[in-house]
Antibody, heavy 123, light 107 residues
Framework: QVTLKESGPVLVKPTETLTLTCTVSGFSLSNLRMGVSWIRQPPGKALEWLAHIFSTDEKSYITSLKSRLTISEDTSNSQVVLSMTNLDPMDTGTYYC???????????????WGQGILVTVSS | DIQMTQSPSSLSASVGDRVTITCRASQSIINYLNWYQQKPGKAPNLLIYTASTLQTGVPSRFGGSGSGTDFTLTISTLQPEDFAIYYCQQSYSTPLTFGGGTKVEIK
């Protein structure tokens, strides 16, 4: 049974750094066919993909936030971590982690999602 | 970056109606197009991947078509549980991008 679960602070002050953890089970992060993305959704707005990791050497980021984001993985603990620096109230929203599979160079959809964590940026 | 544009942004329909949602990519994404359904307070749920492949467990009234830049999600006979927001997403290249969503409401 595949599951993903997000954890981290729910209230962060402006200019601080946010660190979110996605703990997965039912599949291995060492499997290079499996990758994990972070996706966010401001209240009442659309989904926005932030970052993805297939392995320590295969990471990708949204262009507009690339300088503020770092994604990493701890395969021994089955965790994917997202760090976002210099938070702003506009970063308020629900943050999801989700799994995507690939075959060769073909990436497929996000087939499993975490429940999401609502992060509020406010002083 | 590849831009994904969905239309309409919202629609009203009745139970039993046939519903069509369109997604257009700013450049060819071949068939690397996925569709999701999201209900209030819940994570999105994958409906269709690679434009037309139904995810396991998704009812057959959902269908996808298209290639290149133009794609369609069709719900053949709308059911009460289908009222939700639908998103398209391209997985052709990074950065991955989502459409703005289409809200399907009860008429």
């Amino acid at each position: 049974q595949v599951t993903l679960k997000e954890s981290g602070p729910v209230l962060v002050k402006p200019t601080e750094t946010l660190t979110l953890t996605c703990t997965v089970s039912g599949f291995s992060l060492s499997n290079l066919r499996m990758g994990v993305s972070w996706i966010r959704q401001p209240p009442g707005k659309a989904l926005e993909w932030l970052a993805h990791i297939f392995s320590t050497d295969e990471k990708s980021y949204i262009t507009s936030l690339k300088s503020r984001l770092t994604i990493s993985e701890d395969t021994s603990n089955s965790q994917v971590v997202l760090s976002m620096t210099n938070l702003d109230p506009m970063d308020t929203g629900t943050y999801y982690c989700a799994r995507m599979q690939r075959v060769g160079a073909s990436w497929f959809g996000f087939d499993y999602w975490g429940q999401g964590i609502l992060v509020t940026v406010s002083s | 970056d590849i831009q994904m544009t969905q239309s309409p942004s919202s629609l009203s329909a009745s139970v039993g109606d046939r519903v069509t949602i369109t997604c257009r990519a700013s450049q060819s994404i071949i068939n690397y197009l996925n569709w999701y359904q999201q209900k209030p307070g819940k994570a999105p749920n994958l409906l269709i991947y690679t434009a037309s492949t139904l995810q396991t467990g998704v009812p057959s009234r959902f269908g996808g078509s298209g290639s290149g830049t133009d794609f369609t999600l069709t719900i053949s006979t709308l059911q009460p549980e289908d009222f939700a927001i639908y998103y398209c997403q391209q997985s052709y290249s990074t950065p991955l991008t989502f459409g703005g969503g289409t809200k399907v409401e009860i008429k």
